[in-house]
């Protein structure tokens, strides 16, 4: 079955760096766009990112633009998201996760792993 496992998070200061990874399993991860999303506090899930299939094209929300890369490595199966510069806004649970179809970009997802808490504080 689909599994989505995500790592790398942790406890930051605020302006650090953090890189986190997702380890995909269980379906054939070159066929699909790959998502980051988060969830703080409180709030419900928020998009965060999105890969196309071969790691050419990448979107990002407008509050991590410019701090925050996306990356895959097809070969590991493993989707990454560098973060720098963190904010204190950027404490979540940060999750993985695939589009609902193969090939393309639907902008609806699934499969969401456990999550890795990332915590910005001083």
């Known amino acids: 079955q689909v599994q989505l496992v995500e790592s790398g998070g942790g406890l930051v200061q605020p302006g650090g760096s953090l890189r986190l990874s997702c380890a995909a399993s269980?379906?054939?991860?070159?066929?699909?766009?790959m998502y980051w999303v988060r969830q703080a506090p409180g709030k419900g899930l928020e998009w965060v990112s999105i890969?196309?299939?071969?790691?050419?094209?990448?979107t990002y929300a407008d509050s991590v633009k410019g701090r925050f890369t996306i990356s895959r490595d097809n070969s590991k199966s493993t989707l990454y998201l560098q973060m720098d510069d963190l904010k204190s806004e950027d404490t979540a649970i940060y999750y993985c996760?695939?589009?609902?179809?193969?090939?393309?970009?639907?902008?609806?997802?699934?499969?969401r792993g456990q999550g890795t808490q990332v915590t910005v504080s001083s």
């Open positions: 996760a695939k589009d609902v179809q193969t090939w393309i970009r639907t902008d609806k997802y699934d499969s």
């Open positions: 269980g379906f054939i991860f070159t066929r699909y766009w």
């Open positions: 890969i196309n299939i071969d790691g050419g094209g990448t």
